[in-house]
């Protein structure tokens, strides 16, 4: 069975620093380009960073461009984001998705995890 | 970056009612569209991939349309479980869009 499970996410103030995780079993993880999309409360989804399956190609949302960095190690199986320099805009349901290979579409979702950036 | 505009943003329909939920890029993407199911506190559920293909174990009410810049979702039948918030998502280039939803509310 596909699964990722994302952890980390917490309470953290503003211009503080937190890392998630996203643990991936059920598939070979290196094939696969990797995303995280994140949910403010009570609004729509917003694309966040992508990483290729082999960490040649990164991506980010002018939004976190230049305070997150993602990351990946295949031999864990994980995928990462750290997050800098953080805002009360930040403030999300952070997920981790998977890329498919052959369609344009993401069909593995994690649960999520709620970063809260407040004071 | 590509803008992807949903409409309308929420819909009031009956169970059985035939539901069209349109997502308008700002420039063509070929086919690369995917539309996803939300439901309070869950993960968006893959629907529709490629603009037109139905995901397996998706119910066959709902279709999707379009390539370019015009793309449709439709649910033929509305059924109770269908009471969700849908959102399309572009992978033609990045920076990756997502529409603004579209809430299906019971009327």
């Known amino acids: 069975e596909v699964q990722l499970v994302e952890s980390g996410g917490g309470l953290v103030k503003p211009g503080g620093s937190l890392r998630l995780s996203c643990a991936a079993s059920?598939?070979?993880?290196?094939?696969?380009?990797m995303n995280w999309v994140r949910q403010a409360p009570g609004k729509g989804l917003e694309w966040v960073s992508s990483i290729s399956s082999g960490s040649n190609y990164i991506y980010y949302a002018d939004s976190v461009k230049g305070r997150f960095t993602i990351s990946r190690d295949n031999a864990k199986n994980s995928l990462y984001v750290q997050m800098n320099s953080l805002r009360a805009e930040d403030t999300a349901v952070y997920y981790c998705a998977r890329d498919e290979v052959y369609y344009y579409g993401s069909k593995a979702w994690g649960q999520g995890t709620l970063v809260t950036v407040s004071s | 970056a590509i803008q992807l505009t949903q409409s309308p943003s929420s819909l009031s329909a009956s169970v059985g009612d035939r539901v069209t939920i349109t997502c308008r890029a700002s420039?063509?993407?070929?086919?690369?569209l995917a539309w996803y199911q939300q439901k309070p506190g869950k993960a968006p559920k893959l629907l529709i991939y490629?603009?037109?293909s139905l995901e397996s174990g998706v119910p066959s009410r709902f279709s999707g349309s379009g390539s370019g810049t015009d793309f449709t979702l439709t649910i033929s039948s509305l059924q109770p479980e269908d009471f969700a918030t849908y959102y399309c998502?572009?992978?033609?280039?990045?920076?990756?869009?997502f529409g603004g939803g579209t809430k299906v509310e019971i009327k």
């Open positions: 998502q572009q992978f033609n280039n990045y920076p990756r869009t």
């Open positions: 059920g598939f070979t993880f290196s094939t696969y380009s």
């Open positions: 490629d603009a037109s």
């Open positions: 420039q063509g993407i070929s086919s690369a």
